[in-house]
C-alpha cells in the first residue's frame, strides 16, 4: 500500500531528484522507509543538519540540479539555517524536506512543536505544509519546479507526519516543466554595446554561471574586443579556472581593495552579480563600492541565463571570432621548509591535480590561493557565498557524491572547521574521496584585524581570548580519527606536498593536519596592503612582487 | 569614550547578566572589545552557536538568572535556535544578544544580510532591534526584565554594528524592576481543597520550579494529606531527587506508558506543567494523555510561582505539619562484567557523589537512571526539554559554570552528542569539572523502535542505515583528545566505577566511553513493555522486578 512518503520520493526521483541528504527523527520514520522500494535514491545520512544543508549546496552547485534534505522538525531546520543561508546568498536550488508532528498533534504544542514556517521563509522562496496525503506528490513536483527555475532557489515543503502516513490510491504527479531563464533584453545588449564601442573605462562583473567556462570564455572576448576589464564577484558560487581558461580578477573581501579594483571605472556592467558592497560596514567607510559617477548596467539579472545574455552581446559586438586570452599553464615550484599560510598554497599549485573541485573555506590562510593556482590544471573553485562559516567541509561532501570522478581538495581552516566537523563521518561513512587540508593557525584570525578595522583597538586580554583558539589547542589528526578519516599532521612544505599526492591517489577521505601561525595575530592593519594585495591576484605591481618572493 | 558596547555590557550587569556564552564575529567586536573594561563579566567561548545557546541554559536552569549569549548575524542566531527552542520549553530566562549589520549597511542586502527578527521571534518573547546607541541601555534593561519575569523567557536584543560603536554620554540606564509572579488564585485553592478532600481518585503533575525541593516537600505534604499520586512532568528542566527528598514518579516518555500511569485518574491538578500530552503523533493513537472523564484543573500556571501555590494549598489543608515520606538512603551494589545501559545506569547510582548535577541526555540508555539514582545522594537532573537533541552537553557546562562548586555529570548517548560535540573545547578552556558519560551504542538507538511504533515496518537495508552509527565507528576518545579532554574508553562495569571516581575526584573535564549494545536494535515492540516500565520509575510490580534483576 502506498503512502504519502512513497509518493513524495517517487516525485523527486520522476522530477530529477536522486540525492537526499539526510538527519531523520521519528516523524520522518515513513519518509525512510520509503527509501528502501526507491532504488534510484541515494540517501546520504549526516550527524547534523548543517552537514545536510552545505552539502546539498555543494551538489547543486556542481550538478546545477537541486538535491533534498531531510530534516526534522523546526529544531532541525534551525541547524541547518546557516548553510541554507549560504545557499541562498549562492543562488543554487535545494527542496528542503521537514517534518512536522501529525496535524491532528499540532494543537497540544507538544515539546517539539515549533513555528516551522516562518524559520524556513528566512531562507526558501517557496514555502508550504503539505495539508493532505493526496496533495504530496503535487506539492513536492511544485517544490522542485520553483526550485529549478530561474533564478535557482530553495523551496521547503513541510510534511506533517500523518500526511506522510496517510494512504494514496493514485500514481505520483508528473513533474512540472522547469521554468526558463527570461530571454536577454535587446535594447540593454544593445545599449551596452554603445558604450563598450565607445571606449569607456568599463568593466563587467561576473558572477553565479558567469563563471563558468561558456559564460568565460564569452565575455573574455567581448573584453578583448573593446578593452574591459572582468572582475569576478567576491565570493562566487563556482568558479572554473586554471591553465586553458580566461583568468577573471576576484573582486577583494576587504573593502579598501575592492574599492582601488574598481577605482576609475566609468561603467561597471553586473552580468548574474550584484552591485558591489563591502563584506561588512566600518565607521566612516562607505558601504557602497560602486565608485562616485560609475553607471551601473544590469546585461543579465537573476532571472537571465548570463551565457545567453554574453552571447548576444558577443555577437553585437563581433566579437565571437576572438580567440580570449587564457591563463598558461605554470605552476608554482614545490615549496620547501616552514609551513605557512603561503608555502601551504604554494603546495596546492604545485601539485593540484587535473579536474580538482576546491572547496575554499581556508579564510585568512587563503589568501595566496587564487595566485598559485592561476596555472594549474583546470579546477572548480566553491567559496563561502553567504558568510556564514562551516560551509567548507559540508560543501566538499556535496560535491564529491555529486562529482565521483573527479578529486576534491576542502582547504578548511580551523575555526570555521569546528562549525560543521561531523562532516568528516560522512566523508568516511560515503567513501568520498575529498582531501581535507586544515590549516590550523589556533585562532580566529580574521577577527583579529576585523578587531581593529571596526575602530575596536587591539583588544586587551579578555577580548584576545574570545578570538584565540588555544588552551587547548584543536589536534584535527585526533578529531579525523574519531570520526574514522586516515588522518595525518605534516611539519613541513615538503611533507605537505607528498601528504597531498598521496591523498589524491588513494582512495576515499584524507585529513592532513597542518599547523602554521595565525596570519594576522598581532599585525598593524598598515602591513595589510602587502598581504591583502594578493588576495584576488590583484595584478598591481605588488601582486606580482608577491609572486616574485614565493618563485623558486 | 564610552560606546553603545559598553553601555550594553554595563546595563547587563547593573541588572544581574554577569556570565556571556559567546561565539562572535565581526558585527560583534565592540561588545568583545567592551568585556576588558567589564571585570564583572564572564565570557565564554563556544566553538558553536548551539553550545553557546544551550550553555545559557544549562546556566539557568541552575541559577534561576539569565546567561546572555552573544551571536553573529542571522546564522549564528540559526544555529543556536535548537537550544534556544530547547530553553523555550524548559521555561528558563536568556537573553540573546545578537549583532547585526550597521543600520546604513543593511539596505544593501551583503552576503551576511538576513532577516534576524523573524528567526529569533520563533524562541523569543521579546524581540527589539536597537535602533539608536543612547536607546542601547534601555534596551538592554528591558530585554533582562522581561526574560527574568514570570515565566521566565527568552529576550533577544539585536544590535547594529553602529548602534554598537556610536559614542554614548550618560551613563547606563538603571535595571527595571523584575515582575513579580501572579498570586495564588484563592477560589481555586479552595476547589482543589475540596476536590483533595473528597478523597476521590486525584493526581498532581508537577512541572517547572515545583520540581525543587520546596515544592516537592509541599506537594509532598499534600499528598500525604489526602492520598493524591504525584507526578513529574516527563521532562522536567530541573528536579532535585534522591535520599532525603520526596520521590516522585516521572510520566513516561512513551504514550502507551503514560496512559497506564494516569489510568483511574478522575482529577489532575497542575502545578507548573501542562496538561499531557504525546511527545510524538502515531497512527490511531490519541495525543491528549488526559483519561477520558477525567477533570484537569491548574493549581499553578505559567505566570505564578508553583511554591506559593503549593503552600497555601497545604495550609488549607492544614497539611503542613506532615512530615512527608523521603527516600531513604540507599545504592544499588557495584555493578560487574558486561557494559550494558544498566550497568551503566547503576554505576552511576553506585559512585555518584553527594550533590552532583547530571545532565541527562542517554535517550534509551538512560533508561534505568531514575531507578538506580533514587536512593542516591541527593543531586539535580537537567533532561531535554524540547526534544532537540545535543543539549546535553551544552547544558552540562552551564552548569558547571553556574555551580562551580558541584559535580556535574553528564550522561551522553552517542547520536545526541555528535550534534554539539563542539562542547567538549569549552569545557577544557574552562577547567570545568564535568564528567562525560560518553554511551557509545553506534546507533540512533529510540529510532529503531520508533519506526516500528509509527507502523513504518522493520526498515529495509536503506532505512536501516539512516539509523546506524558504524561504518565508521565513532571514537570519542579520540574526539575527546581532539579537543583537549583527557579521555578514556572502559570495557567493564568495574572498570567504569573506577573511571568515574577518579573523575569526580580530579579537577577539570572528563570523558569515559563505554561502548555497549544497542538498546533496541531488532527489539520486537511486545518486548518493550519490560524495557520501558523501568523509564520512569514505575512503581508496579515490574519496576521491582527490574529492580531484584539488578541488585547485588
Redesign the interface.
Known sequence: MLNGAHALVQTLIDSGVDTVF?N????E??F??A???APQMR?V?T??E?VASGAADGYARMTDRPAATLLHL???L??A??NL??AR?AGVPIVNIVGD??T??AP?????Q??IE??A???SSWVRTSQATDKVSDDTAEAVAVARGMPRQISTLILP??VS?GHVGAAAAPPLPVPVAQPPEHATVAQIAAILSAHTNTAFLLGGRALLEPGLLAAAQIAQSCGAKLLAEV?PTRIQRGAGLPEVERLAYFAEFASTQLAGIDNLILVGA?AP?????Y?GKK??LVPEGCQVHTLAGPSHDPVQCLSELAEHLAATGIVPNLAPAHRPARPRGKLTADTICQAVGAVLPNNAIISDEAQTSGVMLPAMTAGAPRHDVLTL????I?QGLPVAIGAAVACPDRPVLALQAD?SA??T??SL?TM??EKLDVTVVLVNNQSYS??NV??Q?????A?????K???D?T?????????G????VPSKRVDTAEELCTALEEAFTRPGPHLIEAVIPPAFSGLKLKALPYAMSALNKMPAPLAKAVKRRLAP
Do not use: C
Open positions: 539526510s531523520p527523527g521519528t516523524s520514520m515513513h525512510v522507509a527509501l528502501d522500494s540517501a545520512l550527524l547534523f548543517g523546526g529544531p532541525g534551525g541547524n539555517l546557516a543561508h549560504n546568498k508532528h501529525a491532528t498533534h497540544y504544542d507538544a515539546q517539539l515549533s513555528d516562518t524559520v521563509r528566512n531562507v507526519a500523518d502516513w565570493f550584484r558592497v563591502s563584506f561588512f560596514a565607521p558601504s557602497d557565498t553567504g558568510g556564514a562551516g575555526g569546528m562549525y566537523i561531523q563521518w568516511a561513512r580574521i577577527l576585523e578587531l578595522r571596526v575602530g575596536a583597538g583588544g586587551g586580554p579578555k577580548a581570548a574570545l578570538l583558539l588552551h587547548p589547542n584543536l589536534d584535527f589528526v585526533h578529531l580519527r574519531g570520526m574514522g
